[in-house]
């Protein structure tokens, strides 16, 4: 991925495997959903739990694609690494990327729509949710 917006290294550890000790696919989604917390709160400097908590905004999933290239093993440092795609009025699509010693095994990408926790509808993103998103596609002129 040129230029990611943020990345981690997540450890995959016992709970993400299945019996041959491979990354049960499912648990890809499990960790790039802590990516997107952790960048929203560590990154961008929006906590995630007060969004959801105090906010009662959320941003759930609406569409998913996966590709999985080459498996991921118990004991293996996954980096997953994350680019804005897009930036629409109520909407954020975002490419992951999971990569083990440099090399791809799984790519998604991932539409997110914000949402009223309240009533469950999809409401405009806050203020402060956009001018940071959009501060990082400023920054490296990526589409939005």
Request: with cysteine; net charge neutral.
């Amino acid at each position: 991925m040129h230029n990611p917006h943020f990345s981690k290294t997540y450890p995959v550890r016992f709970q993400h495997c299945d019996p041959a000790g491979i990354v049960y696919f499912p648990q890809y989604l499990v960790m790039t959903n802590w990516l997107v917390e952790d960048w929203f709160t560590e990154g961008l400097g929006i906590d995630f739990s007060d969004m959801i908590g105090r906010r009662q905004l959320g941003l759930p999933m609406v569409k998913l694609t996966c590709e999985f290239t080459a498996p991921s093993r118990h004991g293996d440092q996954l980096t997953l690494a994350l680019r804005i795609a897009r930036l629409g009025e109520r909407s954020l699509t975002v490419d992951i990327e999971g990569h083990v010693d440099g090399l791809l095994r799984m790519r998604s990408q991932q539409i997110m729509v914000q949402t009223s926790l309240l009533d469950g509808r999809s409401t405009a993103m806050p203020a402060d949710v956009r001018s940071a998103l959009q501060g990082l596609l400023d920054k490296t002129g990526a589409p939005a």
